[in-house]
């Protein structure tokens, strides 16, 4: 083993003792049972929904056991870091109610920072911990020779790795190794990894319950290279260093870390840890025709978040999709009722969920129509202010036009239109009853009037502008009988030869003329939200 003098020689002489980290990050006072769980992104810059699935089972755990979220940003590769990123995964959490309890942009916690890149003193004071109990190594072995084993292994259809032959610095002779530590050459640190030829080995995951699977033969790397100014410690090191000080019970992440376990628990066993729980979520997957495959990153526009940000679905039916799509009884209870109730980890199959659109869409509409007015118009707006500001500005401009525009699709005593799955669709449902947004009506030729004669437009669009839109209701029968036809279905249907046709052919001049399309929220009602003169100017542009 290295000499303890050429030990501490590596590390600056005032760095503190891993005691002192766990005497700064003390356990948590929380009730039994509590769970604290983290999400743990690594900044590439975006946020995909398999991340945001990952955070709200995470969070989900550890709020509804009376315990603590973290948002830790694991940004200790240089190469891969982007600024900004955690300011953009707070924003995107947040955007979506995922806001953790700590951690983050704000940092805020006492058992933080939250950002790998401002905790290096931690690492380093149990790097060298490790070293000290000779439970790591330098290792000097440049980028060729490392690329000859490798190549030497996949010859051999040996596993890829620093172990055994292939690992000459895990038995050089600790003089060879001072030795050359004070020569200054460049090295890394590895762990000593406890077996030279591991067995299979056995732990438990909260979906899974017990797997067993090759153990970990392979002294990874702890320390980044000597030659950075500042070496940082790998991801497998860093977060097993913090899960065990941020005192995290519970790690919920990513299948894809299922095969990197067993070399964390090793890590934790040689750290003197207790290592916490783990449950690992299978992949979100897309149909594809009759089959299956992982939702891609590439392929699939839904696996970037900002998809849903951009397209408007309300973030509560996210959310309640995502809790759906963990647990599938969450799936078909009432929102209100789901977003209450317990995520459960014994409800969740260890394949991937099928990440369905449709699904979320009719979630998605189900939680728009239970909106009131007020809340519809509030939650729009903070929508638009963000993805469509000129929709944003008339809406702000014309907030009773509004409010009144979204309660023709809510009449009282009915259910409510369930006509809008995000925010995205409002301007093609809604957005007739702004001027603004309007353009001009359609032209009598226009194919919307159901082929009726130009004149004939014309002259029904005048005969509704003669009237108040409130007696339209009244008057509806006696327009149509002016033209020819029937004053009302039921007469019609008793004689059709007799009519031009029904009544709603007659009152669809007047839809298309107010809302430029053959389907909308109740005609009367719209046009008693528009006001008399909006309808009166929009009839007559037909009418000529
Ligand atoms: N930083 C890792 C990632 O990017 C997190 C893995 C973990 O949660 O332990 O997915």
Known sequence: ???????????????????????????????????????????????????????????????????????????????????????????????????????????????????????????????RELLRRDRAYPCFCGKELLARSAEEQRAGRSPLGYYGRWAPCRTLAPEEAARRLAAGEPYVVRFRCPYEFPGRVRFTDRIRASVTMQDNGN??????????ELPLPTYHFAHVVDDHLMRVTLVVRGEEWLSSTPVHLQLHAALGFEPPAYAHLAPLMKAEGPSRRKLSKRKDPEASVDYYLSAGYPPAAVQHYLRGLA??????????????????????????????????????????????????????????????????????????????????????????????????????????????????????????????????????????????????????????????????????????????????????VARVALTGATRSPDLFAVARALGRDEVVRRLTAVAG
Request: aromatic residues 8%; glycine residues 10%; contains cysteine.
């Open 327 to 508: 647990n599938i009884r969450l799936m078909d209870v009432p929102t209100a009722e789901a977003l209450a109730a317990d995520v459960r980890l014994d409800g969740m199959r260890p394949s991937g969920p099928l990440l369905d659109l449709p699904k979320l869409h009719s979630l998605s509409r189900e939680f728009i129509a239970s909106l009131t007015p007020g809340e519809l118009y509030a939650q729009l707006l903070v929508w638009a202010e963000e993805y469509d500001p000129e929709l944003a500005s008339v809406l702000a401009r014309h907030e009773e036009l509004a409010l009144a525009a979204v309660a023709t699709g809510r009449p009282e005593g009915a259910p409510a239109r369930k006509d809008l799955e995000r925010w995205s669709c409002f301007r093609d449902r809604y957005g007739f009853f702004f001027a603004e947004l309007f353009g001009p009506a359609p032209a009598p030729g226009d194919d919307r009037y159901g082929g009726l004669a130009p004149e004939l437009v014309r002259r029904i669009a005048a005969d509704f502008a003669a009237v108040s839109p409130d007696e339209w209701y009244a008057k509806l029968g006696a327009i149509a009988g002016r033209h020819g036809y029937a004053p009302d279905t039921a007469t019609w249907r008793g004689d059709p030869d007799r009519w031009a046709g029904p009544p709603r052919v007659v009152a669809n």
């Open 219 to 228: 002294d990874i790397v702890l320390l980044k290279s000597s030659q950075e």
């Open 1 to 127: 083993m290295l000499d303890l003098s050429v030990i501490n020689a590596m590390f600056p002489p005032d760095l503190p003792e891993p005691a002192d980290w766990e005497r700064r990050f003390g356990p948590r006072a929380l009730p039994d049972g509590a769970e604290v769980t983290r999400f743990a992104p690594s900044p590439t810059g975006h946020l995909h929904i398999g991340g945001l699935y990952t955070a709200a089972v995470a969070r989900a755990l550890a709020r509804q056991s009376g315990g603590v979220h973290v948002l830790r940003v694991e940004d200790t590769d240089r190469s891969r870091r982007v600024a900004g990123a955690a300011e953009e995964f707070s924003r995107l959490l947040g955007a979506f109610g995922l806001a953790p309890d700590e951690g983050g942009v704000a940092g805020d916690g006492a058992w933080g920072p939250y950002l790998q890149s401002e905790r290096r003193e931690i690492y380093l004071s149990h790097v």
